[in-house]
């Protein structure tokens, strides 16, 4: 059974870093593209960034260009999002999922407040 | 970006009845490889989205036949054939042919 299971969160200042973490079981991660998703309440999706199968290519969404990294680690079957300089905006539910959305992690939310 | 709209936003179906979700893109979604990278979402309360049809119109493993994608180009739909009850939530399309991956705003399915 595929599984994608999110852990990191919370809340955090404006300004703050956070790390996001996702492990992988069930399927081929070392062959499968990557990537993490966000959703503010009563808004669709919005993809933020995405890495290739071997971690060789990362692609971001403008708004969070330059402040978020995003990783993996094929060995432990893992997929990071590194979020620094973060803005009250940056505050959503955030997802990982296989390119294409096949698959879904359950989500955690990240809250960006004083 | 590629600007996804969906038409209508909400939907109000009487059980059995049939349910029609339009998607159009702001550019063609035809990827250099010939395939046309459309997918469509339901999202349930509290849920994370579940992918239904990918590529225009290939269903999912486990997704109901009564849900059917069509369309070409710039223009999709998504059809419920006989809505059941257990369909109730939000239905999103989403586009991955061009960076950044970009959904509809959403339609909100519920029961008459």
């Known amino acids: 059974e595929v599984q994608l299971v999110q852990s990191g969160g919370g809340l955090v200042q404006p300004g703050g870093s956070l790390r996001l973490s996702c492990a992988a079981f069930g399927f081929t991660f070392g062959n499968s593209w990557m990537g993490w998703v966000r959703q503010t309440p009563g808004k669709g999706p919005e993809w933020v960034a995405n890495?290739?199968?071997?971690?060789?290519?990362?692609y971001y969404v403008d708004s969070v260009k330059g402040r978020f990294t995003i990783s993996r680690d094929n060995a432990e079957r893992s997929l990071s999002l590194q979020m620094s300089r973060l803005r009250v905006e940056d505050t959503a539910t955030y997802y990982c999922a296989t390119k294409g959305g096949s698959f879904w992690g359950q989500g955690t939310l990240v809250t960006v407040s004083s | 970006d590629v600007v996804m709209t969906q038409s209508p936003l909400s939907l109000s179906v009487t059980l059995g009845q049939p349910a029609s979700i339009s998607c159009r893109s702001s550019?063609?979604?035809?990827?250099?490889?010939?395939?046309?990278?459309l997918n469509w979402f339901q999202q349930r309360p509290g849920q994370s989205p579940r992918r239904l049809i990918y590529k225009i119109s290939d269903r999912d493993s486990g997704v109901p036949d009564r849900f059917s994608g069509s369309g070409s180009g710039t223009d999709f739909t998504l059809k419920i054939s006989r809505v059941e009850a257990e369909d109730v939530g939000i239905y999103y399309c989403?586009?991955?042919?061009?960076?950044?991956?970009?959904f509809g705003p959403g339609t909100t399915v519920d029961i008459k």
């Open positions: 989403m586009q991955h042919t061009h960076w950044p991956t970009t």
């Open positions: 890495i290739d199968a071997d971690g060789g290519q990362t």
């Open positions: 550019q063609s979604l035809i990827y250099s490889d010939g395939n046309t990278y």
